[in-house]
């Protein structure tokens, strides 16, 4: 099971940092990821790191302002969202991978969190 926690509301400019705690197993050999929907918009791929945090990566439209981490010794995720923008406004959902490596597409991630709500205001 994933729960993801942290959302809230922020003016444009303000930070916010997500966090995913993982239990069941879903987390050591997994890498994680986050996700965002907007209203009316399909859920969209944010940033994702590899089991063992080797590797990052995160959409053009965040790079720069939001770094997602781990922390295998606690199974917990991160995403530090600097900066935010108003079009940053979604429920942000933590996933794990089906596998270790560097994944995107929502069909790659097996288990998902339940979505905190960040709003962004101008």
């Known amino acids: 099971q994933l729960q993801a926690s942290g959302g809230g509301s922020v003016q444009a400019g303000g930070s916010l940092r997500l966090s995913c705690a993982a239990s069941?197993?879903?987390?050591?050999?997994?890498?994680m990821g986050w996700f965002r929907q907007a209203p009316g918009k399909a859920r969209e791929f944010v940033a994702v790191?590899?089991?063992?945090?080797?590797?990052?990566y995160a959409v053009d439209s965040v790079k720069g302002r939001f770094t997602i981490s781990r922390d295998n010794t606690k199974n917990t995720v991160a995403l530090q969202m600097n900066s935010l923008k108003p079009e940053d406004t979604a429920v942000y959902y933590c996933?794990?991978?089906?596998?270790?490596?560097?994944?995107?597409?929502?069909?790659?991630?097996?288990?998902w969190g339940q979505g905190t709500l960040v709003t962004v205001s101008s």
């Open positions: 069941g197993g879903f987390f050591d050999n997994h890498a």
């Open positions: 996933a794990a991978a089906r596998g270790p490596y560097y994944q995107t597409r929502p069909d790659s991630f097996v288990s």
């Open positions: 790191i590899t089991w063992n945090g080797g590797m990052t």
